[in-house]
């Protein structure tokens, strides 16, 4: 199958999907989309993806993390103390830290399963796939 075709199909999926907020349905697109765009050999696929899903599911976990101790309370921040408030302030700041040691972390691992260059690709195929989802999204919502 041609790239380009991949590529619409890929598109048009995903604007079906986002449509659903079904996680699964984009989890399994955003694989198709790395897959299609970092040329993994079967034995790179081997070693890169229980190294990737792993670091997703953490990922996901410090976000939800973040959500429940800290963005979840900003709608109310006018009722903190300043106690209150300075310990969400490093609550965030400590979340924030820990998500950046995980980044690093998977990217030494990373690095080590895949060519540097592919790490730089799988960066920068992340931030594609997110792009096209939101531009999806949009059209699909009306620009709005």
Do not use: C
């Amino acid at each position: 199958m041609n790239r380009l075709l991949i590529a619409v199909l890929i598109l048009f999926t995903t604007a079906t999907f986002a449509q659903d907020k079904s996680r699964e349905k984009i989890k399994a697109l955003k694989v198709a989309y790395l897959t299609e765009h970092l040329e993994l050999s079967s034995q790179e696929a081997q070693d890169f993806w229980p190294v990737y899903n792993e670091y997703e599911k953490e990922r996901h976990e410090l976000r939800h993390k973040q959500w429940v101790e800290i963005k979840s309370k900003l709608k109310d921040v006018g009722s903190l103390n300043e106690e209150e408030a300075q310990n969400l302030l490093s609550s965030y700041l400590k979340i924030e830290e820990e998500e950046e040691e995980l980044e690093k972390n998977f990217l030494n691992k990373i690095s080590k399963v895949i060519s540097a260059k592919k790490t730089l690709l799988l960066m920068r195929s992340e931030e594609d796939f997110k792009r096209q989802l939101i531009k999806q999204y949009r059209q699909n919502k009306g620009g709005r």
